[in-house]
């Protein structure tokens, strides 16, 4: 299971464990997760639209901060709903760059079954570990 | 669940954890609850109420109110005050939606003239009002535009057109935090904030057409006071706040806040939803000029809601929305942190209060109220479930206790995934309908996860705020008609 919603937490907003044998698959896992609370088949997004982003930090949590924090952005901003394509995560000498390209589409209320709404990630319990090769992370999202 | 061992019980609504429940507190917590209430409270609640007690600066007490439950950082219902002279602001302690609150509209029509029309109020109401993910308003505008808005809140919708004097009056601080600079806010959370004026959101922000029937006016005087004076009264109720914009102030500048609380000022925290500046610090002033910006935009959102309200009741009943009795009650935030005057052990002293779901309830006499509120205290606007109706509350001089606060909501005791493997959306709403509740969404998910069962007993929170003398019931108000995102 690559994600899986934590019912008892967060009892007004929504939490989630996102798991990848890499760095690359846990933060690919944790945008769907964050897609999946708002569309219910995120299988619905269709590519119409790709774009590509570089976030830089020098902690891997921060980095995976920025990177969910960006997704709602854009998702407020362009009302486009996206998933990752490509990723691809460098670490020059400590400093962590990201590199994803995404695809996806505007939100279409015809086509995509659309939940609830996340408005920001928040650092509540927010933590990014790695536990015999596997990384996992847990994000609660105010909702 | 059982209580934690170290929570002692000092009224009938009140409780306290002391400083020994948790190191590095420095006030004890109080929660507000009944016994009903306190037992149904998550673990979370102490130790986030315990948390806030390590707060710098801290005065008195950390408080919960009775409709408290697990948040990020604050508990939901969390209460802080601080000194400002040597203590902290945290934007954990407001929330991400800043100015989240509530406003009650009058009309001077019945239930026996609105119901005919339900269906058709509710569906344009849906039409003119956007909700649900991702929702974009239909005003835009211009970044130098949207700046004045986050400085001049309602003024600016007054100078627009989009408000009358009154309107202005009957919101708190009326409609306008001064000292708010946009040079504050960054171009990104500006940029979120264009298209969402007057937007509804998601989540539990929705937008209900209410009755006041007379077995539920529980104080005839005040609520005459307060405009509630003919048999089935009908108000409109709504719930939502600033927006993505608010979101991002408080992004940015909780990761702003990460960088320097410990390096520059040697402040640490159990949670980073904590994470806190000096309110005297460069970052601290620059976060509380940002975030008057988004309380600005928030009144301003509420502000653009009820002219578009005003727009349909006028569309469909074919009357000047004045005519129709289209009044503000009043305007409640209830996320936010603002300086106030308390009394602290008989004098008067300045106060840093965070307020994370939580409403200011000044009670009778407050020079602060507007004038026809004097005498009454303030109406406080308790929202519950759209199954359960909510509460217009008075504001009470026992409310000094919790430096002029009481509750917010009825407060949620189940998450949102259990909500909906336990209720169905569909299902939900053609029950409603069979009641005479009428209920437009974008999201049966979403409807499901807000069902009245997700709930606490909103009477029970309501009679437990009048009992610990914080604010007064004077009338319950049902569910008609609802929009939900």
Redesign the interface.
């Known amino acids: 299971m690559p994600y899986r919603?934590l019912?008892?937490?967060?009892?007004?907003?929504?939490a989630f464990e996102a798991w990848g044998s890499t760095m690359e698959e846990m933060f690919v896992e944790a945008a769907e997760a964050t897609l999946n609370v708002?569309?219910?088949d995120v299988t619905t997004v269709a590519r119409r639209e790709t774009l590509t982003l570089v976030l830089e930090n020098d902690a891997v949590d921060?980095l995976l901060?920025d990177f969910l924090?960006e997704l709602?952005?854009i998702?407020?901003?362009h009302?486009l709903?996206l998933r990752v394509i490509n990723i691809a995560i460098k670490d020059e000498n400590g400093m962590l760059e990201l590199a994803v390209t995404l695809a996806g589409e505007k939100?279409d209320?015809g086509r995509h079954?659309?939940?609830?709404?996340v408005?920001?990630?928040?650092?509540?319990?927010?933590e990014v570990v790695k536990t015999g090769g596997v990384w996992k992370t847990t994000v609660?999202l105010?909702? | 669940m059982p209580l934690p061992k170290d929570l002692i019980r000092i009224s009938p609504t009140t409780w306290e954890l002391p400083v020994t429940f948790k190191k590095g507190m420095l006030v004890p917590a109080r929660i507000i609850a009944s016994e009903k209430l306190i037992n149904a409270m998550e673990d979370a609640v102490f130790e986030q109420a315990a948390n806030v007690a390590c707060l710098s600066g801290i005065t008195g007490y950390s408080y919960c109110m009775p409709d408290g439950h697990w948040g990020y950082g604050f508990p939901i219902g969390g209460l802080a005050a601080m000194d400002p002279e040597r203590g902290v602001i945290s934007p954990g302690g407001i929330g991400f939606d800043i100015n989240c609150g509530m406003r009650l509209v009058l009309t001077n029509l019945t239930e026996e003239e609105v119901r005919p029309r339900l269906h058709d109020l509710v569906n344009r109401l849906f039409s003119r009002i956007p909700t649900g993910v991702g929702c974009h308003g239909t005003l835009k505008v211009k970044e130098s535009e949207f700046r004045h808005i986050a400085e001049q809140g309602s003024r600016w919708c007054l100078k627009k057109g989009y408000a009358v004097a009154e309107d202005l009056e009957l919101t708190e601080e009326g409609g306008c935090f001064t000292g708010g600079d946009s040079a504050k806010v960054s171009n990104k959370a500006i940029e979120r904030g264009l298209e969402q004026l007057g937007t509804l959101g998601s989540g539990n922000h929705y937008c209900e057409i209410q009755v006041a029937r007379p077995e539920n006016v529980l104080d005839q005087k005040i609520a005459r006071s307060f405009g509630i004076t003919i048999p089935n009264q009908v108000v409109i109720m709504f719930h939502c706040g600033s927006r993505g914009f608010g979101h991002q102030i408080a992004t940015d500048y909780l990761q702003r806040f990460l960088k320097v609380m410990g390096p520059k000022y040697g402040l640490s925290v159990t949670d980073r939803e904590l994470a806190c500046a000096p309110f005297r610090s460069p970052e601290g002033q620059d976060y509380y000029a940002a975030m008057k910006c988004a309380v600005n935009m928030a009144f301003a959102n509420r502000q653009m809601i009820l002219h578009r309200i005003r727009e349909v009741f006028s569309d469909i009943f074919h009357r000047d929305p004045f005519d129709l009795g289209l009044r503000m009650l009043y305007d409640v935030a209830h996320n936010t942190a603002k300086l106030e005057r308390h009394l602290i052990d008989g004098a008067p002293r300045e106060l840093l209060v965070h307020r994370k779901g939580a409403t200011r309830s000044l009670g009778p006499g407050s020079p602060e109220l507007p004038a026809c509120y004097r005498e009454s205290g303030q109406p406080v606007i308790i929202g519950g479930s759209m199954e359960t109706g909510s509460y217009l509350l008075s504001g009470m001089t026992g409310s000094n206790a919790t430096f002029a606060t009481t509750a917010h909501g009825s407060g949620r005791t189940m998450s949102r995934h259990q909500a909906k493997k336990l209720f169905r959306g569909d299902r939900l709403q053609q029950q409603l309908e069979q009641r005479g509740i009428y209920i437009m969404t974008d999201s049966l998910g979403g409807l499901a996860e807000e069902a009245g069962g997700a709930y606490k007993d909103i009477d029970e929170v309501a009679a437990v705020t009048e009992l610990a003398g914080l604010s007064k019931r004077i009338v319950k108000l049902l569910p008609m008609g609802n929009i939900k995102g």
């Open positions: 919603f019912e008892t937490v967060a009892t007004a907003d929504i708002m569309v219910a921060m901060f924090g709602v952005f998702k407020d901003t009302r709903l939100i209320p079954p659309l939940q609830v709404d408005k920001g990630v928040t650092l509540h319990l927010f609660v105010d909702i």
